[in-house]
């Protein structure tokens, strides 16, 4: 029977609870590995189809399992396997650079700082009101669009690199490591994920709130603790 | 009004967020991750096109009323089956 793996963890930390249920309502196992324990549970299918309500229950496991008090190796949505044997198999393979990223993660959680940015769209509206616009002919509207995009995703980057700097600058003290990333679309704004001591996440979301103030800032969102799912890799 | 935008707002901002954590960032213990659209299996699908049309359309599905970004609804993620 194809299983779902939801998260790793080591040999010796406490079990599910009974009554945990995942994706597709599905119960949550123990599947030991050397000296790995992974979460899994029953799948129909082995390859899954991403819903909302799946990234929920997928989530949710790795919630419950951080909040047990051992830090979870969290697995990307999408782990499944033919078999036990053939999940046993792939993490002990592994097994030492799983057991690596565990003693990484030990004691850390994830935060995430959603910033979403000011002042994108409202130079964009100025630059499209362009009366001049009126009396060019197809192809140079086309360029002065292409034109204007370009300069809205260069001042969106500045700002948000910026933005991104000093955020790093308020909450150094608290944070071991960093991950962050830009979008212009479908709004323009910045995420940051930062990996946080469990006993400094009361600093942190102090010293990261204070970047509400900053210019440029139209929404600032702190979320967490998490999972570290950013954290999580392996390769290299 | 203004301040139940504000929470429809951090609704998608958090559901988004979650998107983003677990369909995009995890270890990854067998290669690539495979997920499926209509039984046909997509390698390396281009999850911030999949994570950028969710966010617009649970944008778009606030600004109608509708209840499908609530915590029983179950939309798919990827583009409906082809001939729908």
Known sequence: MPIHLYCLLSRDAEPPPAALRGVDG???EVLRAGRLAAWVGPAAVVHVTPTVRAAREHDTVNAVALASGETPLP??????????????????????????????????????VHVELAGASERSSALRDD????????????L????????MERFVQRQAHFLQQRLSALVATHVRQETFSVHTSPLPRLIVSHLVPRDALSPYRQAAGT???????????????????SFASIDG | MRDEHALDETERLVLGDLLNRVLDKGVVISGDVTISVADI????????????????????????GDPRIGDDADPPLLPSEPGR
């Not at chain 1, 009366?131 to 086309?142: A, C, I, M, Q, V």
């Not at chain 2, 299996?41 to 944008?59: H, K, P, W």
């Open chain 1, 26 to 28: 599905a119960p949550v």
């Open chain 1, 75 to 112: 697995a990307r949505f999408g782990q499944r396997f033919a078999t036990e044997a053939e999940c046993v198999s792939n993490l002990e393979a592994r097994e030492a650079a799983l057991l690596a990223a565990l003693d990484r993660l030990r004691g850390l959680v994830e935060m995430g």
């Open chain 1, 131 to 142: 009366p001049t616009d009126l009396t060019w002919s197809p192809g140079r509207k086309y």
């Open chain 1, 144 to 151: 002065a669009g292409v034109q204007r995009r370009l300069y």
């Open chain 1, 211 to 229: 970047l509400e103030g900053e210019p440029g800032v139209r929404v600032i969102l702190i979320t967490g603790p998490f999972a570290p799912y």
């Open chain 2, 41 to 64: 299996d997509l390698i390396r699908l281009g999850l911030n096109l999949i994570l950028s049309a969710a966010e617009t359309e649970l944008r778009h599905a606030a600004g109608r």
